[in-house]
Nanobody, 126 residues
Framework: QVQLVESGGGLVQAGESLRLSCAVS????????MGWFRQAPGKEREFVAA????????YYTDSVKGRFTISRDNAKNSVYLQMNSLKPEDTAVYYC???????????????????WGQGTQVTVSS
């Protein structure tokens, strides 16, 4: 059984940084395409960033380009989201997601992901 566990959320002021981590267990992590999503109160879950199997490709939603960086360490079975220059509108629960993949494809549609973490809260005050 695949498990994803996020950590690193918290309360910060606008302009500060946070680094989210997602530890994956259960199967061969290097066969997973990974993504980060977020959900603000009263809103639908939305795509934030995605990374391919061997980190050869990444993709970001426009609102975080230049501020967020997704990365992965296949030796540690982990994916990360470095978030800089945080804004109040980044406040949300952040979810890590994964799916089995055998190519360099990246996915931004949440329906494409099979495995999800429990989420970690990020709150940015103004």
């Amino acid at each position: 059984q695949v498990q994803l566990v996020e950590s690193g959320g918290g309360l910060v002021q606008a302009g500060e940084s946070l680094r989210l981590s997602c530890a994956v267990s259960g199967r061969t992590f290097s066969n997973y395409a990974m993504g980060w999503f977020r959900q603000a109160p009263g809103k639908e879950r939305e795509f934030v960033a995605a990374i391919s199997l061997r980190a050869g490709r990444t993709y970001y939603t426009d609102s975080v380009k230049g501020r967020f960086t997704i990365s992965r360490d296949n030796a540690k079975n982990s994916v990360y989201l470095q978030m800089n220059s945080l804004k109040p509108e980044d406040t949300a629960v952040y979810y890590c997601a994964g799916r089995t993949s055998y190519s360099g494809v990246i996915y931004h549609d949440l329906k494409k992901y099979d495995y999800w973490g429990q989420g970690t809260q990020v709150t940015v005050s103004s």
